[in-house]
């Protein structure tokens, strides 16, 4: 009996043992693994409240910088640059003021000449002391407008003609201004395929009927008002202006009755005397054309041409075109009779 008692207290013995050791691993591996698993999972909770608040890793979707061979330095992503990498530390560099490479020959906006290989470029330098000089056909000449120390023009025509594109050609944008032109019909304006939209243009100014339909170019007062043209040009019929009227009268009552319409008092043109008339007959013959064009202008930027006398250059190009000078009174403008 006493050797069954023993034996099974052996066994018992061994047995609490093995389940003190099983119990014992368990609870090593229980401190163990909590704190791995609290980890993760305490890094995926963390993260997916992060991506639910909306709070994403500055890096994430990126892609790690990569070596470059041939800079031995880390390269990195520019979206503008026409290729997807590009090397901070290399050599080249920006130099203010040579921001424009002239092609030193080509075919015009700096394209190289065909076969050429576009590495010969120049540097535009903008405080240089020496002028770039042009030779040109004599033909074109004219059209390169007008110097001090130059031949005279062979006609009056060429002489004012250059004189107009190269004067309007100096003006910015800014400073061309806005005319609005009335026929001899009250109130009605032109169409930009007309004669009279094409004067405007070259007489370096907008028109500000541009955008008019050709079956809508009755305008009110009002329009004209919102419109606030800087130079307003009248055309006038043979009873107020053009050959053989001999008095300003008839004009000088046409300019006061349009200062006078509703609301254009406070007009930018009323305002500075900016009201020409004209005569219908300066529409007709070249000369005369060219004589209204320079008025427009002259209106418009007075100082631009403070040398130029209406009434001698209307002599002048009459002359040179019919032989004799003009009979009668063409233009009109307040404040200059």
Not at 300 to 322: C, I, W
Request: hydrophobic share 35%; with cysteine.
């Amino acid at each position: 009996m006493d050797m069954k008692r023993i034996g099974k207290r052996i066994i018992l013995l061994a047995l609490t043992a093995a389940l003190t050791a099983a119990m014992t691993g368990c609870r090593s591996r229980m401190r163990e693994n909590p704190q791995e698993a609290g980890s993760t999972e305490g890094e995926q909770a963390g993260t997916g409240i992060s991506e639910q608040a909306g709070q994403i890793p500055e890096d994430a979707g990126e892609e790690k910088p990569e070596k470059s061979e041939e800079n031995g330095g880390n390269t990195r992503e520019n979206p503008e640059a026409s290729r997807k990498e590009y090397d901070e530390n290399a050599p080249a560099e920006i130099v203010p003021g040579t921001d424009r490479a002239l092609q030193t020959e080509g075919e015009g906006n700096g394209a190289p000449r065909p076969g050429d290989d576009g590495n010969g470029v120049r540097r535009e330098n903008g405080a240089a002391e020496e002028t770039a000089l042009e030779t040109v056909a004599a033909e074109e000449a004219e059209k390169k407008g007008v110097s001090e120390d130059a031949e005279a023009a062979e006609s009056a025509g060429t002489y004012f003609r250059v004189l107009l594109a190269e004067r309007t050609g100096s003006l910015y944008e800014c400073q061309r201004k806005n005319v609005y032109l009335e026929t001899e019909a009250d109130h009605v304006t032109v169409h930009k395929s007309s004669e009279e939209h094409q004067m405007i243009l070259e007489a370096g100014a907008y028109d500000v009927s541009s955008r008019l339909l050709a079956e809508n170019l009755k305008v009110d007062d009002g329009w004209v008002t919102r419109k606030n043209p800087e130079v307003i040009v009248k055309i006038t019929d043979s009873s107020v202006l053009g050959s053989g009227v001999s008095s300003t009268a008839a004009a000088a009552a046409v300019s006061r009755e349009l200062a006078a319409r509703e609301g254009w008092s406070g007009i930018d043109a009323v305002r500075n005397h900016r009201v020409l008339l004209i005569s219908r007959e300066m529409l007709g013959a070249p000369w005369l054309r060219l004589a209204a064009e320079i008025l427009i202008a002259r209106c418009g930027n007075r100082e631009l041409f403070a040398d130029v006398d209406p009434q001698k250059m209307m002599e002048m190009l009459a002359e040179e075109a019919t032989g004799s000078l003009p009979g009668g009174i063409f233009h009109y403008q307040a404040g200059e009779e």
